[in-house]
């Protein structure tokens, strides 16, 4: 695919628009990049709730855990440079840590806590500050926790998340450097690529969304205060868009040019540990989650999850397409958008039939919202009003000018029926029977209300 066709991307922007009133999530955004171009970037619902703020594509989220990624990018930029080496015992750049009681540390390298296998405490021994419960911990109480803290495995024996050996590899960019770790990485990485809406930590300055709790049993969220992340800045500090996210992972691409050599690209991008339960065959890297889709496909990105913010990035290897999508409550499903985004772009691909296209439309009944769509394979009828709006997706064939037959679907549902249209006096579809059944014409899903049923309700009561 040499571009993304704008008809692909009027469609993603009315699904999202379509499922941004439905899905009860305070607000979310979405970038799309095309190599390093950006090519989508759209923001829907609230920034917040209780002024009625709306959510623009300038406010930032805090994108948690896809600040890993900064980090690893840091410490490779520093091997290319000669100042570690990624295969480096922690304790030679973290001398303190040699007088470690436990002497597993000895063996712990640089590139273990990259990939989450040096068997790392998670999050110390007083992880409430992802609770609100005290704050996160700065360097002195964080060494204090860390030499506190035995290996909770043998290193290099099993992939374990671990946001303390993200702070640890922070400390190492600072002393290989010789510069604070949020001076090297605005150096190195977020000035050269023009991100001028990331910033590695979280301060009053920003304009930022708020975050939101999950529901109470009364159907109501709890805004969020912002909270810095002390030495876990390289874990889980950034504040940045989909904007810029969708730059920087695109950045990472082989043959970009941008950040570093394809050599260390393809080091961080090549599976270190297979991730147990994680979908399509996951693993990770360096840094970097890898996943190899049903159709083969590959994705490199990184997913974050923060108090009120939840985000996930895809950049797939295979066609240089990047998505990134950040929501602003922590029980909203971003990968799943992701994913879908994907999707949408393969489903839509690069042709389009005009005596197709007239057939394009948005109906709705009262039981749910259904799309007729033009995809590279054909005319296909799908529940729009869902995460993954061509799951259950119907093929479609036109028997005539006004009529189409369900070619393919549940054999529980209308499969081998027909599909007739009304059009309008400018040959635009008006209302569509399905099997019968009237279906109209609502952009918004929304069904309105017709006279005769009111006028038979009222007759009933």
């Not at 397409?321 to 922590?330: D, G, K, P, Q, R």
Request: proline fraction near 3%; charged fraction near 25%; hydrophobic fraction near 35%.
């Amino acid at each position: 695919m040499r571009s993304i066709p704008k008809r692909t991307l009027k469609f993603i922007d009315s699904w999202l628009t379509l499922r941004s009133q439905w899905a009860r999530w305070p607000g979310f955004t979405v970038a799309i990049a095309k190599d390093s171009e950006v090519v989508f970037n759209k923001a829907y619902g609230l920034a917040n709730i209780e002024n009625n703020e709306k959510l623009t594509t300038d406010h930032l989220f805090h994108v948690a855990s896809q600040s890993k990624t900064f980090t690893a990018t840091a410490a490779m930029q520093l091997q290319e440079r000669g100042k570690l080496r990624i295969d480096d015992s922690v304790t030679t750049h973290l001398p303190w840590l040699a007088q470690h009681s436990d002497q597993r540390w000895h063996d712990v390298t640089l590139r273990q806590l990259l990939s989450h296998s040096a068997g790392v405490i998670r999050d110390g021994q007083a992880s409430g500050f992802w609770q609100f419960q005290g704050e996160f911990p700065d360097e002195d109480e964080f060494k204090k926790q860390i030499m506190q803290s035995q290996l909770v495995f043998e290193p290099n024996s099993e992939f374990k998340y671990s946001n303390f050996g993200f702070g640890l590899l922070g400390l190492v960019i600072e002393r290989a450097s010789g510069k604070s770790y949020a001076d090297f990485v605005a150096e190195n990485i977020i000035t050269p690529l023009g991100l001028t809406q990331t910033a590695t930590e979280y301060s009053s300055e920003l304009r930022m969304a708020t975050g939101y709790s999950r529901f109470d049993l009364h159907q109501q969220r709890r805004p969020f205060q912002h909270i810095t992340t002390g030495v876990l800045q390289p874990a889980t500090g950034f504040c940045s868009t989909a904007h810029d996210l969708v730059k920087f992972f695109a950045a990472l691409q082989i043959g970009s040019g941008k950040l570093l050599s394809d050599t260390s690209k393809r080091e961080m991008q090549r599976p270190s540990w297979q991730v147990a339960n994680e979908a399509n065959a996951g693993s990770y890297g360096l840094g970097v989650d890898i996943v190899k889709t049903k159709d083969g496909k590959r994705l490199v990105g990184h997913s974050g999850g923060y108090p009120g913010f939840v985000g996930r990035t895809w950049s797939r290897i295979d066609d240089g397409i990047t998505v990134s999508v950040l929501a602003n409550a922590y029980d909203t499903a971003p990968g799943i958008v992701a994913n879908s985004v994907l999707g949408i772009i393969d489903q839509f691909g690069d042709a389009s039939d005009k005596n197709r296209r007239k057939f394009e439309a948005r109906f709705v009944n009262d039981y749910g919202v259904y799309e007729v769509v033009d995809t590279e394979k054909g005319l296909r009828g799908l529940w729009s009003n869902d995460w993954q709006p061509f799951n259950m997706a119907e093929e479609l064939e036109i028997v005539d000018d006004a009529t189409l037959k369900i070619a393919k679907g549940s054999h529980f549902s209308y499969f081998g029926e027909l599909m007739k249209y009304e059009f309008d006096d400018k040959n635009r579809p008006s209302a569509m029977y399905r099997s019968g059944a009237k279906n109209y014409i609502s952009l918004d899903g929304d069904v309105k209300v017709q006279k005769s049923i009111c006028d038979e309700y009222k007759r009933i009561i």
